[in-house]
Nanobody, 113 residues
Framework: QVQLVESGGGLVQAGESLKLSCAAS???????MGWYRQALGKSRTLIAI???????NYADSVAGRFTISRDNAKNTVYLQMDSLKPEDTGVYLCYALTWQPYWGQGTQVTVSS
């Protein structure tokens, strides 16, 4: 059974940085891994995704500030978040795709102004 465990969330001030990690287990490989964000009262939105070959895609709102990477040997995906803004606040959920999608429990990121 696939399990995703996120870490690295927290409370920071605007302009600061955070790095999220998500360790995946239960599968030898993942077609894609990524991060979604769910802000209070809003729908879940894609923040960044990376495929097994290293191809990446970002939401317009974070392009140039966030960097996604993955370690295929460790089945771990990372999200480096720089120049954080209050609107980046939300629960960040790890995503992994095999023949079906899987989600982590989420980690809270709060950016104060």
């Amino acid at each position: 059974q696939v399990q995703l465990v996120e870490s690295g969330g927290g409370l920071v001030q605007a302009g600061e940085s955070l790095k999220l990690s998500c360790a995946a287990s239960g599968s030898s490989s993942f077609v894609a891994m990524g991060w979604y964000r769910q802000a209070l009262g809003k729908s879940r939105t894609l923040i960044a995704i990376i495929d097994s070959g290293g191809g990446t895609n970002y939401a317009d709102s974070v392009a140039g500030r966030f960097t996604i990477s993955r370690d295929n040997a460790k089945n771990t995906v990372y999200l480096q978040m720089d120049s954080l803004k209050p609107e980046d606040t939300g629960v960040y959920l790890c995503y992994a795709l095999t023949w079906q999608p899987y989600w982590g429990q989420g980690t809270q990121v709060t950016v104060s102004s």
